[in-house]
């Protein structure tokens, strides 16, 4: 049986590559393969810390979830390295920029733009929530404590705040596209001075709630920089290489000598995050990681002319989406039959020698079991829109987006039956069904 299981999975992953190197034989000559490569490993690299950093081990007997960067303060320099969101909006604008052009040159409708990206980043994320929208009403009928249920659902829907920010950019990015052909970096400094005020009134005044806002300015700064780089702007290797040493004597400064906490993930430090919300300290790090990286893009681009290495970079990218959405879902179903079949694994203390040791079997367990999620899910993505399927109105997409984006936030922050108020998390639940329909995402 074990045999057969084998040989099933060598041969799916055999099929795989093969589709994968004839899809990369086919890349046109003009395509900048670096951009896939950095999509691809960002998330490779995203999906891994949050493998790392969520803890679990029994105290006095009992499972204690944790995160390791408040456990183990130590460790938060590491998320200098494993924050690499900044890199996937910066992609993000490339991918854009090159997306208009090619909408414009064909003479495309915002709408009609709109609406495809709109299904490439929705449709899987549909997948994900009604799965947990029917596994937290499963939990709840069985009687599952409630806590329990927040705690899986909420967990496993972190992920998509990111699609939240990111469908939002996507609705400005014409806008932004025009700044920035007409302003150049001008655009790129503007957004960044908004977000520097938005730091000084949250702790010079003590005014906190505009800094929800740097969700749009930090964010959509970063995003300049790929129009930036779809222009050929960002300079010389010498530049970039002086861009990414400001950007990180920056971010030391801002650390070290500034209210800034040393984490750029999540709120390890008691009510001070700079993720939650965004602050200034993301784009220093955007900087001095995009100038690194841009200093390599030549060799880079070169290396990816061989077959291997990108074919690799298309078969990631073929699911990138599915990955990142359900990575965590993964995490938590092989969390929980590792509790039921007597707690394997979890008596390890977190950031000890022998629990880093047993990292790389974690992670690497993990990536299996991701695999055939990967398998099933992923068609979803690459599933193109119907072509007798009806484009609804401009402001009627925006619409639906915008109350998609709202019920996506919500449930990441509450998870099911975490809301504050009982009933709220299943109408954020509706909020991004509701919005689905508007934009015309329900339809076959």
Known sequence: MVEKVRAFGEGVAVKLWSVASGMAAKTPVERNRYVDFLRAVSILIVIIGHWLIATAWYVDGQLTPGHLLKT????????????????????????????????????????????????????????????????????????????????????????????????????????????????????????????????????????????????????????????????????????????????????????????????????????????????????????????LLMSLEGPMRKALEGLNLWTATVLINSMIMTIYLWHITVMVLFGAALYLSGGFGFHIEPGTTNWWLTRPVWVGVLIV?????????????????????????APRLVAGAITTCLGIALLAMWGFGGAPIAGFGVGAFVLVMVGAGMSGLLSR
Request: proline share 7%; glycine share 6%; no cysteine.
């Open 72 to 291: 183990h303060p130590q460790t938060q320099w590491l998320t200098w390295l494993f924050q690499v969101m900044p890199i996937f909006f910066i992609v993000g604008g490339y991918s854009n920029a090159v997306s208009l052009e090619s909408a414009k040159r064909k003479g495309q409708r915002y709408a009609d733009w709109l609406i495809a990206r709109l299904h490439r980043l929705v449709t899987p994320l549909l997948a994900l929530i009604v799965t947990w929208a029917v596994v937290a009403g499963v939990m709840k009928a069985m009687d599952v404590r409630p806590a329990v249920i927040v705690f899986t659902s909420q967990a496993a829907l972190i992920p998509t705040w990111f699609l939240s920010i990111y469908i939002t950019l996507a609705l400005l990015a014409p806008l932004a596209y025009r700044l920035w052909q007409r302003f150049g970096f001008l655009s790129f400094w503007a957004l960044v001075a908004v977000a520097v005020l938005i730091d000084v009134l949250f702790f010079a005044s003590d005014i906190r709630w505009p800094g929800w806002t740097n969700y749009v300015w930090v964010w959509l700064a970063v995003h300049q920089l790929g129009f930036a780089w779809r222009d050929g702007r960002m300079g010389s290797v010498t530049k970039l290489l002086l861009y990414s040493a400001l950007g990180f004597a920056s971010l030391y400064v801002l650390v070290r000598w500034g209210p800034y906490p040393l984490a750029m993930v999540g709120s390890p430090d008691e009510g001070l995050s700079n993720t939650l919300p965004p602050k200034i300290t993301l784009l220093a790090l955007g900087i001095f990681q995009f100038g």
């Open 369 to 393: 079991l991701l695999i055939p999620v990967a398998l099933l899910m992923s068609p979803l993505e690459r599933r193109p829109r119907s072509s007798d399927a009806t484009t609804p109105s």
